[in-house]
């Protein structure tokens, strides 16, 4: 595994029960970079991400994270290595404050961003402290979702669908979030419907087609193969 590598995914395969819904991914993501995973829905996209912090059935094949093997490991041993989750659901507590939600997470590791440092980057969180989860609308709550994680110390981000259903200003608010945290060296991994959010983010993106990497596309070809992906994803 090279220096720059933060994350190897070979030969992944996931299972729920029965259903074999990973057939071998394979993809890298360079430590500071930020990659989107495209694709259709049922793709596996989201299947991925679950995947990698252990909270499907069965897996085999390897992930490697910042030179930690993790297939075999427990998702809070994974979320120890260093990585944070943002599910589609979000899963904010609705009887806790925006404080209270701030505060719920442990530390996974040193250099977590504080409270205070949080309001900064959200402002709109420092206004609801007192405000309880149910409260906040759901831009609000995406932005809740992810500074938790950020609060935590982790260094690998995990993000599913954070633009979905959100008003335009605040998927700009998301954006710029998302570029300041490449800044600070965060590695991203980004699942994403919404092609116009995440392609000008994304220094790489996979489409995932069948549970497996069906195309690789640089951020300097986008503009070439843009036809080619619009096949791909239907869009």
């Known amino acids: 595994m090279s220096a720059t590598e933060y994350l190897r995914v070979s030969k992944l395969h996931a299972f729920y029960g029965e259903s074999h819904i990973l057939h071998g991914m394979d993809f890298t993501v360079r430590r500071g970079e930020c990659v989107s995973l495209l694709g259709r829905n049922g793709a596996g996209r989201t299947t991925t991400l679950r995947a990698l912090m252990g909270l499907t059935g069965k897996r085999t094949g390897s ?3 910042n030179g930690r093997e993790a297939i075999g490991m427990a998702p809070h041993k994974i979320a120890q290595l260093g990585v944070g989750y943002c599910p589609e659901e979000r899963g904010i507590y609705s009887g806790l404050t925006t404080e209270e939600n701030l505060m719920m ?3 996974v590791g040193s250099g977590g961003m504080s409270v205070e440092e ?3 980057m959200f402002p709109n969180l420092a206004e609801r402290r007192h405000s309880q989860g149910t409260r906040l ?4 709550q995406q932005m809740l979702a992810l ?3 950020l ?3 982790a260094r690998l981000l995990l993000l599913d669908e954070i633009s979905e259903g959100l008003a335009p200003v605040v998927v700009q608010k998301l954006g710029e979030v998302i570029r ?5 060296d965060y590695t991203i991994v980004l699942v994403e419907q919404n092609f116009r959010f995440a392609a000008p983010l994304a220094d790489r993106m996979f489409v995932v087609e069948h549970g497996q990497i069906a195309m690789e596309i640089a951020q300097s070809e986008l503009a070439s193969r843009m036809g080619h992906l619009q096949e791909m994803l239907g869009v």
Request: no cysteine; aromatic share 4%.
């Open 63 to 65: 992930i490697m994270i």
């Open 105 to 107: 997470p442990p530390r």
């Open 118 to 120: 949080l309001y900064t």
């Open 137 to 140: 609308s759901g831009g609000e």
């Open 147 to 149: 500074a938790r994680i």
């Open 151 to 153: 609060r935590t110390g």
């Open 180 to 184: 300041e945290l490449k800044q600070k």
